[in-house]
């Protein structure tokens, strides 16, 4: 059963950057596809960014490429999202997920339901 502890959020003007981690524990031979996802209010979960366990494949949402980027570090379950340029409607709640995946998968998971596990939550609000 893994854990995801995410950081980072915050609140900034719109422009600014902000940088969040999310690190999973669990055994170490464990092995996961990352992803984030956001909610914000009155609104329903919706994809970010993935990153498969091979770092170099990667998905975004229409709605923030080329103002975040998803990366991770390269043999362990930890995973950042750069972003960039950050606008007030990229207010939201960003969780963390991770999707359990056989070793060397190239596989992106862009559906929340295919993840297993999830972080808590960070806030990130951009103010105009």
């Known amino acids: 059963q893994a854990q995801l502890v995410e950081s980072g959020g915050g609140l900034v003007q719109a422009g600014a950057s902000l940088r969040l981690s999310c690190a999973a524990s669990?055994?170490?031979?464990?092995?996961?596809?990352m992803g984030w996802f956001r909610r914000s209010p009155g609104n329903e979960r919706e994809f970010v960014a993935a990153v498969a366990w091979r770092g170099v494949y990667t998905d975004s949402a229409d709605s923030v490429k080329g103002r975040f980027t998803i990366s991770r570090d390269d043999g362990i379950n930890k995973v950042y999202l750069q972003m960039n340029s950050l606008k007030p409607e990229d207010t939201a709640v960003y969780y963390c997920a991770a999707k359990s995946v056989a070793y060397y998968s190239s596989s992106v998971y862009t559906d929340a339901n295919a993840y297993d596990y999830w972080g808590q939550g960070t806030q990130v609000t951009v103010s105009s």
């Open positions: 669990g055994r170490a031979s464990d092995l996961y596809a």
